[in-house]
């Protein structure tokens, strides 16, 4: 007993003495906190790229957290290769040889199969790659992963799973015009890239319809091989294993033909007004032009640009005057889509009221104006800035999302020093540039604006009103008050339907 309440005494003396040696060191206002400054240093994608003997590349991120690998095969290909006619093809197969089967296995046998080894496997093919992915337990990836390249090669693509899935999706086909936003997204789609590019087709009854088993095999065939694959591991594994694992398990595979290069869009828009027909309370109107090239000298300085302008959230103009001091709309900003090969698409966008269009189209116009005009100020710049330097370390915070982007940057080019690189360019943007290729890219007179909603009503605006005549406005003023009415669409062909007399 007297040991014990010795030893006490003595711990207490020892934590006493401890807490007020911690005591001293604590300020007495938390301003006074001083913190060791972060310096993160982006991880370079060789630091994680592995080539096996076929050459394909394999990049790999070890953790051990958790015993659990995720394994993804990433295939260039997508929905541009889709042969005309079969819009849709691409994700129909994605999702058929998931829920399809195998050559080894039913669809039910395989589907139980994966659930009994605890492995969640999905399959889906975009607009411009195709990917597989495997999360096992470390301890069944073997039984795991063999099957799941049984699906991946050999995909049984069963007739009855399709057929389930085709009368699921004709009959979303029925509801697709009851969202407003969802018809402003397709027929703004369709205003900048055409009805038939690969950027903005829509899938129809007939094109569905016309999907067979034997178009998903060949669609299929002409992707899913070792001539267009990319893998990416991260999880429990040791990677000279991991790399003898993945050489047993791609053996015998045979290379195909590469898929082609995305093919670059030719259709030019026409700036205008137009409007889709819609009787509903809320408005959604979309105002677009042709945006930048990803790897454009400008990107950084463009992504500067549109954050100020509508991109942040609450810190950019378009927000602030739209939403917060006007209260015209919940939801308003812009968005700048680079695309790769080809320059994408920039958008300014709204949700209002049918009275309060015509003025909050009148806003947006404003501050684009404005912008151009007139030097963004010194705490606009450093908050943008700021935001985006200190989220930088987000882009590599998943090991997975960090593999998937390093494969993505091998396959599209993009320059090997690039994220070493990106912050000291984000940095050197200053009010000058941001005015300069405000002026450079944005193009309000030659955009693009899509209204859906009742428009008799938006048209007339809020002329009727008793509001302060600065801020009434009407549709008139825009474009000469010239409007083009794009035709309300049958939701399962999309022809325009036909008015009763």
Do not use: C
Not at 96 to 121: H, K
Not at 469 to 481: C, K, L, Q
């Amino acid at each position: 007993m007297r040991s014990l309440l010795t030893i006490t005494a003595y711990s207490v003396l020892i934590l006493g003495a401890g807490s007020a040696a911690i005591a001293d060191d604590i300020p007495s206002h938390p301003s006074g906190l001083v913190f060791q400054e972060l310096d993160f240093v982006p991880p370079t994608a060789s630091e994680f790229r592995y080539e096996l003997s076929s050459g394909v590349p394999v990049y790999m991120a070890p953790s051990h957290e958790f015993p659990l690998v995720t394994i993804t095969l990433s295939f260039k290909g997508g929905a541009y290769m889709e042969p005309e006619g079969n819009t849709g093809l691409a994700a129909m197969t994605g999702a058929i040889m998931r829920s399809g089967g195998s050559a080894m296995m039913s669809p039910s046998e395989l589907d139980e199969e994966f659930d009994f080894l605890a492995a969640n496997v999905s399959v889906g093919i975009g607009a411009r790659t195709a990917n597989a992915s495997i999360n096992s337990l470390t301890e069944n990836l073997d039984d795991a992963f063999e099957l799941f390249m049984d699906m991946v090669r050999n995909p049984r693509l069963d007739q009855d799973r399709f057929d389930v899935l085709l009368g699921q999706q004709l009959e979303a086909l029925k509801n697709r015009d009851d969202n407003g936003l969802g018809i402003a997204i397709r027929e703004i789609g369709f205003l900048m890239w055409g009805e038939d590019s690969f950027e903005s087709r829509q899938p129809t009854k007939e094109s569905l319809e016309s999907i067979t088993i034997e178009d998903m095999r060949a669609f299929h065939n002409r992707i899913f091989n070792p001539s267009n694959l990319m893998v990416a591991v991260t999880g429990d594994f040791d990677e000279t294993e991991m790399l003898a694992f993945l050489e047993k398990n791609f053996a015998g595979w045979t290379p195909g033909e590469e898929s082609p290069d995305v093919p670059t869009p030719t259709h030019t828009f026409k700036p205008g007004v137009y409007y889709y027909e819609k009787d509903q309370p809320q408005v959604q109107v979309l105002i677009g032009h042709r945006g930048v090239e990803r790897d454009n000298p400008d990107a950084v300085a463009v992504e500067v640009m549109n954050d100020i302008l509508g991109g942040s959230g609450f810190t950019s103009r378009i927000t602030n005057t739209v939403r917060t001091r006007e209260g015209l709309a919940y939801t308003a900003g812009s968005v700048m889509q680079p695309k790769v090969g080809y320059p994408g698409v920039f958008m300014s966008y709204f949700f209002t009221k049918v009275p309060t269009t015509a003025l909050a189209t009148r806003l947006v116009f404003d501050e684009i104006h404005t912008i151009q005009q007139e030097a963004a100020t010194t705490d606009e710049i450093e908050t943008i800035e700021n935001n985006i330097i200190e989220t930088f370390p987000r882009t590599f915070e998943s090991k997975r999302g960090m593999m998937n982007l390093f494969m993505s940057d091998e396959r599209t080019g993009r320059p090997a020093e690039y994220w070493q690189k990106y912050r000291d360019r984000v940095r050197s943007v200053g009010a000058e540039e941001v005015q300069r290729v405000a002026n450079d890219y944005l193009h309000p007179d030659d955009a693009v604006i899509l209204i859906v909603g009742p428009w008799e009503e938006i048209k007339k605006g809020n002329a009727e009103s008793e509001a302060d005549p600065d801020r009434v406005a009407t549709m008139d003023e825009f474009f000469g008050g010239k409007a083009t009415q794009i035709p309300t669409r049958d939701p399962e062909t999309l022809e325009p339907k036909e008015t009763e007399d």
